[in-house]
Structures are given as structure tokens and as C-alpha cells.
């Protein structure tokens, strides 16, 4: 019942900017996280960020922080990645997705939807 469109992705150079949306629909429990992951070609995937929407509490994967940024807009019912100073090891599918019960918000397989996702390539 729930729904996310990723949107944002596309190609930069090392040092630049982009910024991911997540747009949700569809209900869901006032108590649940958003969070981004990406996937690599050939690697697993991994956590980069997740917010809390009760609270807007946010947590980071090591690698991301300092230059990423995760927000909501709650009016909008949309989450947003904000990644500064790219690199080329950033260059990834970004996925964007919800967890109902947030327990452990660094885990993808806690997570019960999931985007489509969206390509970050970094060029250097």
C-alpha cells in the first residue's frame, strides 16, 4: 500500500552535487524510517542514510558522513538526500526505502518497500 518514486539522479563530476528525492504515497505508520541505500556494480548492497519521520532523528553510514544530508518534507510526504562533494566510489543505484517498525535502521531486509531506484554515476 505504499509507494516510492525516486527521482534526482543523474551524472556529475567529482567535488559536485546532486540531490535525491523520495516521494511517498500511499499510509503509513506515524513511527517509521526512510532510509537510502545504494548498490554498486558487483557489490552488495549498503546502507547510507535514514530518517526517522516522527522526529526527524537521522543516522549515516561512516563513508557518507560530513557530505551527504537526509531531510522530510513532511507537507510533501517526501524524503531528500543531499550529497555534496561526490566521489567517483559513489557511483551507484540509490534506492529509497520504508521501514513500518524501525529497529535497526542500518539493515536493508528490515525494510518493507522499496523505489525502483535511481543512477548517481560520478565522473573524476
Known amino acids: 500500500q505504499v509507494q516510492l518514486v525516486e527521482s534526482g539522479g543523474g551524472l556529475v563530476q567529482a567535488g559536485g552535487s546532486l540531490r535525491l528525492s523520495c516521494a511517498a504515497s500511499?499510509?503509513?505508520?506515524?513511527?517509521?524510517?526512510m532510509g537510502w541505500f545504494r548498490q554498486a556494480p558487483g557489490k552488495e548492497r549498503e546502507f547510507v542514510a535514514a530518517?526517522?519521520?516522527?522526529?526527524?532523528?537521522?543516522y549515516y553510514a561512516d563513508s557518507v558522513k560530513g557530505r551527504f544530508t537526509i531531510s522530510r518534507d513532511i507537507a510533501k510526504n517526501t524524503v531528500y538526500l543531499q550529497m555534496n562533494s561526490l566521489k567517483p566510489e559513489d557511483t551507484a543505484v540509490y534506492y529509497c526505502?520504508?521501514?513500518?517498525?524501525?529497529?535497526?535502521?542500518?539493515?536493508?531486509?528490515?525494510?518493507?518497500?522499496w523505489g525502483q531506484g535511481t543512477q548517481v554515476t560520478v565522473s573524476s
Open positions: 526505502a520504508s521501514d513500518r517498525l524501525p529497529l535497526r535502521v542500518r539493515v536493508g531486509n528490515d525494510y518493507d518497500y
Open positions: 500511499g499510509r503509513t505508520l506515524s513511527n517509521y524510517a
Open positions: 530518517i526517522l519521520w516522527s522526529n526527524a532523528g537521522t
